[in-house]
């Protein structure tokens, strides 16, 4: 990742969690999809087979924020982003977040930065992408 034109963080094999936080957003939901990012079976165990947690691989993590994820295109061409915390909300959550899923994987953590604009540059090998919604617990 860089910020400023400037190495600022990076990470191997592991996770890129790109964080939206919106104002109902709570320290509950924090600590929940820590946990469940934690626990996600998406690395391949010795047969191919998604089974194996970023715990289980040696993985590191990396935290973005990222308030765009709660762009809502419903209405025109432009998005809006009314859902998205303002930063007194996201900052803490991003901050508790980070901590959380230190605390819950036992992995590095690295982060962005919030607010800043970066450049962060991902090899997606899989590739697996997911969304999860503390709003919609599956």
Known sequence: ??????????????LLVLLGIE????????????????????FDDSEGVMNLPVTEVGGEIMVV??????????KGNRPSYIRAARPQTAIPLYEAFIDAIGRHSGCPVCS?????????????????????????RE
Do not use: Y
Not at 23 to 42: F, P
Not at 65 to 74: D, M, N, P, R
């Open 1 to 14: 990742m860089i910020i400023d034109r400037k190495p600022h963080s990076a990470i191997g094999r592991g």
């Open 23 to 42: 104002e109902a957003d709570n320290r509950e939901d924090i600590e929940w999809l820590a946990g469940k990012i934690s626990r996600l079976r998406v």
């Open 65 to 74: 924020s990222q308030f765009t994820l709660h762009a809502s295109i419903k």
């Open 112 to 136: 962005g930065k919030f607010g800043a604009v970066m450049k962060i540059s991902l090899v997606n090998d899989g590739p697996v992408t997911l969304l999860i919604d503390s709003r919609n």
